[in-house]
């Protein structure tokens, strides 16, 4: 079974509104970190914000936050007020504290496009 | 965060040569991985790189293919030898600051290789 699950390949968003990135996960580890990664076009992969298994309030980054369901095993990303610049891939990834020697798994990425 | 470069940002290559792939990290970090990520794909794991020993492979990467050096806490490079064009990827470095196995990974700004 996959570990990192984004089922949305592509999304679009009108500029100033909010959109919601899925990604759903997969470990029976208690300590994991999740996070999300920005990737524009030149192929750089930017952090954006992170959420660790043990935090008991949702993580937030200016613009971003992550909505942690913890019983649901998902971390969907929310960016408020969306900016043309925001047009990227997308990347869910998770790190194990237990298990996989510290190495990150990622998800397939969303295609976010934001429109004018 | 750490500051991570790469060189080259970018190759054009013929196929049956070598590329070496430096990364250089702003401080002493304790892991540093490589990934490659082909066109439209997700990151794949290439080897962890350890410092002062042998790099620890993924499956489906070996050695002779991409040999691996990590002379110390802040450099790491990647050779992807006996080039094909199904080579051409973006190749990442990434590290790992503090240690702790749930916490950030940071990359760097990615090698685009084009193998002809």
């Known amino acids: 079974a996959q570990k990192i699950t984004q089922t949305q390949p592509g999304m679009f968003v009108q500029e100033k509104e909010a959109v919601t990135l899925d990604c759903t996960y997969d470990?029976?580890?208690?300590?994991?970190?999740l996070f999300w990664y920005k990737q524009p076009s030149s192929g750089e992969m930017i952090f954006l914000i992170y959420?660790?298994?043990?935090?008991?309030q949702n993580a937030t980054e200016g613009r971003y936050s992550l909505n942690f369901q913890k019983a649901r095993k998902s971390a969907n990303l929310v960016i408020s007020a969306s900016q043309l610049g925001d047009s990227a891939m997308y990347f869910c990834a998770m790190r194990e504290g237990n298990t996989n020697a510290g190495k990150s798994t990622f998800g397939d990425g969303t295609t976010l496009t934001v429109k004018p | 965060s750490a500051v991570i470069s790469q060189k080259p940002s970018r190759d054009i290559c013929q196929r049956g040569t070598s590329l070496t792939i430096q990364c250089q990290v702003d401080s002493q970090v304790t892991m540093m991985f490589w990934y490659r990520q082909q066109p439209g794909q997700s990151l794949t794991l290439i080897a962890t790189?350890?410092?002062?020993?042998?790099?620890?492979?993924e499956s489906g990467f070996v050695i002779d293919k991409f040999p691996i050096s990590r002379p110390n806490l802040t450099f790491s490079t990647l050779t992807v030898s006996n080039m094909s064009p199904e080579d051409s990827s973006i190749y990442l470095c990434s590290v790992d600051k503090s240690g702790g196995l749930t916490d950030t990974q940071y990359f760097g700004p990615g090698t685009r290789l084009t193998v002809l």
């Open positions: 959420q660790g298994s043990y935090d008991q």
């Open positions: 790189a350890n410092q002062g020993s042998e790099a620890t492979y």
């Open positions: 470990t029976s580890d208690p300590s994991y970190g």
